[in-house]
């Protein structure tokens, strides 16, 4: 199996940045991309953004680009995700995940909150 340990949520004003952080261990060997996503009170769970490690392509939600930047390291499975310009719509638990069966994702850390102040 595979698991995920996320890091660098927090409180921060409007307009402010964080760098969320995650490393994937375990099984993954067959990992074909890992993402992030988000989940706000009240709404769905949404894609944020993920890479896909064969090319290292990099796709985002539209509404982030621009603000979300997504780097990663393959061989140490591992992935950021710089947010620059934060909102308060912004404020969700955020999720890291590994995709073995793209593009499906199988795994999935226990979320990191960050929260914007107005």
């Known amino acids: 199996q595979v698991q995920l340990v996320e890091s660098g949520g927090g409180l921060v004003q409007a307009g402010g940045s964080l760098r969320l952080s995650c490393a994937a261990s375990?099984?993954?060997?067959?990992?074909?991309?890992m993402g992030w996503f988000r989940q706000a009170p009240g709404k769905e769970r949404e894609f944020v953004a993920g890479?896909?490690?064969?090319?290292?392509?990099?796709y985002y939600a539209d509404s982030l680009k621009g603000r979300f930047t997504l780097s990663g390291d393959n061989a140490k499975n591992t992935v950021y995700l710089q947010m620059n310009s934060l909102k308060p719509e912004d404020t969700a638990v955020y999720y890291c995940a590994v995709s073995k069966r793209w593009p499906k994702y199988d795994y999935w850390g226990q979320g990191t909150q960050v929260t914007v102040s107005s």
């Open positions: 375990g099984r993954t060997f067959n990992s074909v991309a």
């Open positions: 890479v896909y490690w064969n090319n290292g392509n990099t």
